[in-house]
């Protein structure tokens, strides 16, 4: 009995984990759609020589960018939009 409580547990959190991941896959391309494909097409993120190279760096130019244009966000809006990018297009290892 002990032992089906723990399994069950464990897939309570895990099926939270995963909602909670694919609302913030959600809402970081909703703020990417938003705000920034005015200046950054997808292109910029597959070009051969792109200028971010690591998970740290993508953070390091949302963030850059994020206050060059005077948008306020929070952190967790800021780590949305990292992880949409490196998800769908960078791949980068996570720190």
């Given at each position: 009995?002990?032992?089906?409580?723990?399994?069950?547990?464990?897939?309570?959190?895990?099926?939270?984990?995963?909602?909670?991941?694919?609302?913030?896959?959600?809402?970081?391309?909703?703020?990417?759609?938003?705000?920034?494909?005015?200046?950054?097409?997808?292109?910029?993120?597959?070009?051969?020589?792109?200028?971010?190279?690591?998970?740290?760096?993508?953070?390091e130019?949302?963030?850059?960018?994020?206050?060059?244009?005077?948008?306020?966000?929070?952190?967790?809006?800021?780590?949305?939009?990292?992880?949409?990018?490196?998800?769908?297009?960078?791949?980068?290892?996570?720190?």
């Open positions: 009995m002990k032992y089906f409580l723990f399994l069950l547990s464990l897939v309570a959190v895990s099926a939270s984990l995963t909602t909670a991941h694919a609302e913030d896959m959600q809402h970081g391309k909703l703020l990417y759609e938003n705000n920034c494909v005015s200046c950054h097409s997808s292109e910029i993120f597959t070009r051969e020589k792109r200028m971010v190279n690591n998970f740290t760096e993508l953070k130019r949302i963030r850059q960018c994020e206050l060059a244009n005077d948008l306020t966000w929070f952190d967790d809006d800021i780590d949305a939009v990292v992880n949409y990018l490196n998800a769908t297009y960078y791949k980068f290892e996570t720190e």
